[in-house]
């Protein structure tokens, strides 16, 4: 013994509570993981969902050292030795995979999604380019954790920690009669709730049509552009302005709209084709829609960015070209190849000036003012430009807790601050700016409401007044030759075949009336709506099959 009185060699934790151990260690870390992301995300609404996560995260690893127990029990003493050794591998996988949450509870809590309906491409995607190989070191500490813990004395449960244990899980079972925050649970409930709906609506199947009609190419303006009434073209893609803040927001009778209102038409029933950014900027710039999941494999329609789109075209007619996004790293750059530059937030310079925030590659950010000043620079040393900006503000909650405005506020600062600019280095009478309100929310596909992304067209020729004909993405660039060459505007539509989020693959119908369908895909269930879902099948069949032929070289890629 010591001179405190302890034993200098500790005996061994007994098998039988190696487990316990190893799950005690795995809630300890995740306490620690969720006091540091709620710490560092300094939102204080953010404390209830992180505490009721590990909440779940302690029903889950209990479960699970349960189980590995009860297995060890019933093994044959022969193989008992490697039954006890796969239940703690079982549980520190568990544990890996909670580990690395916490840090991105916040964006998944914006838009929940069922992690087990994700395949192998998505949940690759979303490593490499959103998330990066760095943010797996929770995921490592877990694993290293595991695998020591049973020789960290300071882990044995006594019999007073066992006491607490019965209280603490019959708390966490009460968290699981509402919608879980924690992804697993979460997972694991939406999946129970689809097991018991019948498959209504056959798969959708990925082979070419034998006849396949051609998808409509870039409209054919862009050889008089050279007569246009603008020399420049600003578009503006607002991120989480829904259509319910934009119009009472931003069209408000004191705000920027108004006081432009002479200058201004606001399309109120124009509609997003994809609930997600990459597929819908490129029904935006080449009129095609893309009837995928937008990051679940990007090589289904990568072939896209090579057809005839906005960017090249004008360039062609002597318009430089600039995307602009602030964001540390964004890898979905519709048409990359035909910009003439794409701006990062490395490319910004000094950013001091301006809030920056985000604690992984998926959020690293800087306001969306701080690239302004580029903006306007690259406008006066080009004769004639197209800016495309994918504004980052408010894609994560964080951003409202750090600056206390909401989206559409920062956006309201944003657009002023922008044509301030425009005005005060004399571009104001020569730049036409569209701006377009984000999608609603991602979690809720079946909703036609959250298609419609409201577009308003700034500039000091456009006839002012609102336009409620229904039209969609695949119309911007028909609006747009509207507004610089004077030619009609696209004739309304009847209705528009849409597709939901990546988490699922939902698609559906909106008629200009409002009468609508959706289906999702995986179950075969019709999720929403009044409209015969069999002709939508039938429609985005011919859709897909369509978009094969001319994008996919080999049917099948798709699968």
């Keep these: ?7 200098s060699n500790p005996q061994p934790t007994p098998p039988e509570s190696t487990l316990a151990v190893t799950a005690a260690a795995m809630i300890g870390l995740q306490a620690i993981l969720h006091l540091l992301a709620a710490a560092t995300m300094r939102d204080p609404r953010m404390a209830v969902p992180h505490a009721v996560a590990w909440l779940q995260d302690v029903l889950l690893l209990t479960l699970a050292a349960a189980t590995a127990l009860g297995l060890r029990a019933a093994a044959p003493k022969s193989v008992r030795r490697w039954a006890q050794l796969a239940g703690r591998v079982g549980l520190v996988a568990l544990g890996m995979l909670l580990a690395l949450y916490p840090r991105t509870l916040q964006v998944f809590l914006a838009a929940p999604a069922n992690f087990l309906q994700t395949d192998a ?53 009460v968290t699981l009669a509402g919608e879980a925050p924690n992804p697993i649970v979460f997972g694991l409930q939406d999946s129970l709730r689809q097991r018991f709906a019948p498959r209504t609506i056959p798969r959708l199947q990925p082979t070419a049509a034998q006849a396949a009609l051609p998808l409509p190419d870039t409209v054919d303006w862009i050889a008089a552009v050279r007569h246009a009434r603008y020399d420049h073209l600003i578009i503006v893609v607002l991120e989480s302005v829904t259509a319910a803040e934009f119009e009472p927001q931003l069209l408000r009778p004191d705000g920027f709209f108004h006081r432009h209102r002479d200058h201004l038409r606001c399309f109120d029933h124009y509609y997003a084709t994809n609930l997600d950014s990459y597929t819908a900027l490129l029904a935006m710039t080449c009129s095609i829609q893309v009837p995928f999941r937008a990051y679940a494999a990007p090589q289904r329609y990568v072939a896209v960015n090579n057809a005839p789109n ?54 690293a950010a800087t306001e969306d003012r701080a690239a302004l000043p580029a903006m306007i620079a690259f406008l006066r040393s080009n004769q004639r430009t197209l800016v495309m900006a994918e504004l980052v503000y408010g894609h994560s909650p964080q951003w409202r807790a750090t600056m206390g405005l909401t989206s559409a506020q920062y956006a309201e600062v944003y657009l002023a601050d922008l044509w301030d600019r425009l005005t005060a280095v004399g571009l104001a009478q020569r730049t036409l700016v569209a701006v377009v309100s984000d999608h609603g929310d991602r979690s809720r596909p079946a909703d036609p409401d959250n298609y419609r992304v409201p577009l308003v067209i700034l500039g000091l020729a456009v006839e002012p007044g609102p336009d409620h004909s229904f039209r969609c993405h695949l119309d911007l660039q028909s609006i747009l030759a509207h507004e610089m060459l004077d030619v009609p505007l696209p004739p309304t539509r009847s209705g528009l075949d849409v597709v939901g989020s990546t988490e699922r693959w939902i698609y559906g119908r909106i008629e200009a009336d409002g009468r609508h369908v959706f289906v999702d895909d995986s179950t075969g269930r019709v999720l929403a709506g009044g409209l015969e879902p069999a002709d939508l099948h039938r429609r985005f069949q011919n859709h897909v099959a369509t978009f094969n032929a001319r994008f996919i070289p080999r049917p099948g890629i798709a699968d």
């Excluded at 490499?128 to 960290?152: D, K, N, Q, V």
């Excluded at 979905?332 to 003439?340: A, I, L, N, T």
């Design 121 to 173: 491409a998505a949940a690759g995607v979303f490593l490499r380019e959103y998330l990066g190989l760095g943010a797996l070191w929770p995921a490592g500490l877990a694993a290293a954790l595991g695998i020591w813990a049973p020789g960290i004395a300071a882990l044995r449960l006594s019999r007073r920690g066992c006491l607490l244990a019965g209280p603490l899980l019959l708390l966490a079972a």
């Design 310 to 363: 906005l960017v090249r075209g004008l360039g062609h007619a002597g318009f430089a070209g600039l995307f602009v996004s602030t964001y540390e790293h964004q890898p979905f750059v519709p048409h990359r190849q035909d910009w003439s530059r794409v701006l990062d937030r490395p490319d910004l310079g000094d950013l001091s000036a301006w809030v920056s925030l985000g604690s992984n590659r998926m959020e």
């Design 1 to 7: 013994m010591n001179h405190l009185g302890m034993t």
